[in-house]
């Protein structure tokens, strides 16, 4: 019996706007151990990726509408449980003799579980507060000012995404990381990521240009 083949409804822009999205997520978590130092402050690598996030539903809900970016976000949590499923999996597997690097790897990999239940969570929480607000300022400004719902819906994702993984991936992991010194780290951290929103906003003005057609 020959079926008809259905005609794909999104084009290459959007396929790799949804790409980029997913790949910034699964790069957050499986980069993202390592710290480095910004501006004396001593950060996560995945601070220059978790903007990008926001900036690409940010785009979406623009052009898209809220259902479209809801989805966008589930399907985003989905992929992130898959790699935790797959991470835990695969630390737990025993390996084979020929391979010489297991304990590396079981740092690597197995401190990253709690990290991606961590972000599981900060994610769908600020991605969902992200939208709300986003489309909340887009009513009351007429769909004007782009830039402001944009920031303004980032910064408080941003505070909503850093408090919560952070306390769900430090808060007591060492007798030193009590309630205080989670919320020390929390400051300069969203401090940083709200600068690099401000700098990718013109991102933002590009990517729903590039997709809605406009010159």
Known sequence: METTLRKPEADFKLLTL????IGVLV???LLGGKIITIFGIGASVAVFMVPISFAITDIATELYGKRFTRQLTL????????????????????????????D?????FGSSLRIIVASIVAFSLAQLQDIFVFEKI??????GY???????STFASELVDTTVFMFIAFYQMTPRFDALFVFKMIIPYFL????????????????????SGKK
């Open 104 to 108: 590396a790897y079981e740092v690597v």
């Open 146 to 152: 782009l830039w402001i719902r944009t920031n303004v």
């Open 75 to 102: 399907a985003g949590m989905l992929t992130l449980i898959l790699l935790f499923v797959y991470s835990a999996m695969f630390v737990w597997l025993e390996p084979n003799v020929r391979f010489a690097s297991n």
């Open 27 to 29: 790069g957050m978590n």
């Open 192 to 211: 940083l990521k709200i600068a690099f929103a401000v700098l990718i906003t013109p991102l933002v003005y590009g990517g729903v240009r590039l997709l």
């Open 138 to 143: 887009r009513k009351a400004t007429k769909g």
């Open 18 to 21: 949804i790409s980029v999205f």
